[in-house]
C-alpha cells in the first residue's frame, strides 16, 4: 500500500514514541502535511528516487534553513510511522517528518489582507526581519549549506533559468489578468528580458565579489504568520 493511501486510511501516526490522532492531512506536489493538536509533521513523499535517509537529509535542511529564521515554529526531524489499520497488516515505517508548530489560521497575512487588518507596520516587521537576516549573511555568517546553495543556483545560468521560467509560467497565464495587470506585466518581462541582455557582467561581478547570498526565496501572502510583533515564516 502506497504511503498515500496509508495516511488516508489512518487515523493516528507515531513519532516520538507516542501515538498521535491526525486531524487532517493535505496533500502537495511533493510532501504531506500532517495535522495534529498542536502540531504539523512535513512529510517527503517517495519521489524523484529519493531514499528514506536522503529525505531525512532534505529535512535536515529545510530544518536548518527556516530554524534561522522562526526558531520558535521548526522543531526538529523525527522518524514516524503509521499505526497499522484494518486496511493494512504493516505499519508505514522508517521514514522522517518535520515537525513544525502549528500556526492559528487567523494570523495569515493572507487572511488579515482579507479582513483589512494588515498595515503599514506590520509591513515593516517583515521587511525588519528580512533585512536583518540578509545583513548577517552579507556580514559572512554562511553555513556550508549556504556556500552549497549558492555554487548551485548562484551562477547566472541558474538565474536566468529561474526569471524565464516564472516569466513563462506567467505568460501561461497572461488571459486571466485584468488589463492593467497584463500591462504591468508586460513592462516588468521587457525590464527583465533587457536586464538579462545588458547586465550579464554585473551578475558575474556579484557573484565573484561575494553578493550572492542565500535569501528567503519564498514568501506569500498565505505563509507568512504575524504573532504580536513576531514574524514567523
Known sequence: MSL?????????????????????????NSSFLVFLDKNVLKILKKVYGLTAAERKRALLEEFRINFELSPSVYLGVFPVSIHPTLCSSQSWADDYGLLMKKMRNENLVLELLKKNSFNKEKATLIATKLADFHLNKLAGNLYRGDKTLIKKFGSFQSMQNVWLSDLSFLEEREQLLVREAM???????????????????LLFSRKSDGFILPVHGDLRTDNVFIEGNVVHF
Open 183 to 201: 500591462v504591468a506585466f508586460r513592462k516588468i518581462r521587457e525590464y527583465i528580458i533587457d536586464f538579462l541582455k545588458n547586465k550579464r557582467g
Open 4 to 28: 498515500s493511501n496509508e495516511l488516508s486510511f489512518s487515523k493516528n501516526i507515531i513519532f516520538r514514541g507516542n501515538l498521535c490522532p491526525i486531524s487532517e492531512i493535505v496533500e502537495t
